[in-house]
């Protein structure tokens, strides 16, 4: 039998190491053998754990080290990443468990531990939209794939958000036990099938706040955050900066990470985003609203950023009754 750790961090969310254990326990109910997959899932606790994120403690089966599981689940936190990077009894534990064979299997922020180890080093990873530019900057080595919703590279798996535990549970399932079995699961659970992509998700305005070190940037941020549909020259945010094109290029880029053509792009479709969840005008007048002449652009543009059809977002998000 396969067996499972799920690690019980300090901070970490309740639904990301109850719900994994609930779900491979169906999948071991549903084998038409009889005979499980999964041995007993085991809580681990940490060296100076605490509770979880709500406050509930969590009741451990036994200390990690005292365990030897071969696939680890490293849950979402929810806050206090840093302090829990500097364990460093966590991430030689993760090393010993990677060289005796096991998987080590990420969520949301879980990855930062992962890569905290060095094994994700020139491999490709995700984690959560909204961690994007920290784990960038922590590790610069990683070929990190944020608009993936799980990246399964054999002795690891990351799944991006927070609520990735769900897809996260369904591929181990799937890989261990058939595709089969994980769909019989999932229509059990009412739940979608493993999703490609976490692009849907992403909330551009907050990846992006303002305050940052460079006042002239912010100074043209804000003002095309207020007139995100006007149409703009770089010459003209240049002077709203007060700098010259080349020395705005490069700070803007520095600041926000994007050109100032992305960074636009990324305003409209956020703002039509919005008008998808919340409003009924149709595609062609959330064209116009943000900015956009031609509604084909607009649709090919959009389904590029988002990876779905402005349709298939409505469906999916519209929150009118």
């Known amino acids: 039998?396969?067996?499972?750790?799920?690690?019980?961090?300090?901070?970490?969310?309740?639904?990301?190491?109850?719900g994994p254990l609930e779900i491979f326990h169906i999948s071991n109910s549903v084998v038409e053998s009889g005979k499980p997959v999964f041995g007993p899932v085991e809580l681990l606790g940490v060296?100076?754990?605490?509770?979880?994120?709500?406050?509930?403690?969590?009741?451990?089966?036994?200390?990690?080290?005292?365990?030897?599981?071969?696939?680890?689940?490293?849950?979402?936190?929810?806050?206090?990443?840093?302090?829990?990077?500097?364990?460093?009894?966590?991430?030689?534990?993760?090393?010993?468990?990677?060289?005796?064979?096991?998987?080590?299997?990420?969520c949301c922020a879980g990855s930062f531990l992962l890569a905290e180890t060095g094994l994700l080093d020139g491999k490709a990873a995700t984690t959560h939209w909204n961690l994007v530019r920290l784990f960038r900057e922590r590790y610069p080595d990683v070929d990190l794939r944020p608009q993936m919703m799980l990246i399964d590279g054999g002795h690891y798996i990351c799944a991006g958000g927070i609520m990735a535990w769900q897809d996260l549970s369904l591929h181990i399932v799937s890989r261990f036990m058939g595709g089969e079995i994980a769909s019989h699961c999932a229509k059990l659970l009412v739940m979608d099938g493993t999703r490609q992509v976490q692009t849907p998700y992403f909330m551009f305005d907050q990846q992006h706040s303002e305050g940052g070190a460079d006042p002239g940037v912010d100074t043209v941020r804000k003002w095309m955050r207020r007139n995100y549909r006007e149409h703009v020259s770089l010459e003209g945010l240049a002077a709203t900066a007060g700098m010259g094109v080349r020395t705005f290029l490069r700070r803007f880029k520095r600041a926000t990470g994007q050109t100032p053509l992305n960074y636009l792009q990324q305003l409209r479709i956020e703002a039509a985003r919005h008008l998808l969840e919340v409003s009924t005008r149709n595609?062609?007048?959330?064209?116009?609203?943000?900015?956009?002449?031609?509604?084909?652009?607009?649709?090919?543009?959009?389904?590029?950023k988002t990876g779905l059809t402005p349709r298939e977002y409505r469906n999916r998000f519209h929150r009118l009754a």
Not at 1 to 18: D, K, R, T, Y
Not at 59 to 77: F, G, K, L
Not at 283 to 304: A, C, H, N, P, Q
């Open 1 to 18: 039998m396969v067996n499972i750790g799920l690690l019980a961090l300090p901070n970490c969310l309740m639904s990301g190491i109850i």
């Open 47 to 106: 060296t100076g754990g605490g509770a979880s994120f709500t406050g509930l403690p969590i009741r451990t089966h036994r200390p990690m080290q005292d365990a030897e599981p071969d696939i680890v689940i490293i849950p979402p936190v929810f806050c206090g990443l840093e302090k829990l990077l500097r364990r460093r009894r966590i991430t030689q534990w993760l090393l010993k468990r990677h060289e005796s064979g096991a998987v080590i299997a990420t």
């Open 283 to 304: 595609i062609e007048e959330i064209t116009g609203l943000t900015g956009y002449v031609d509604s084909s652009s607009f649709r090919r543009l959009f389904k590029e």
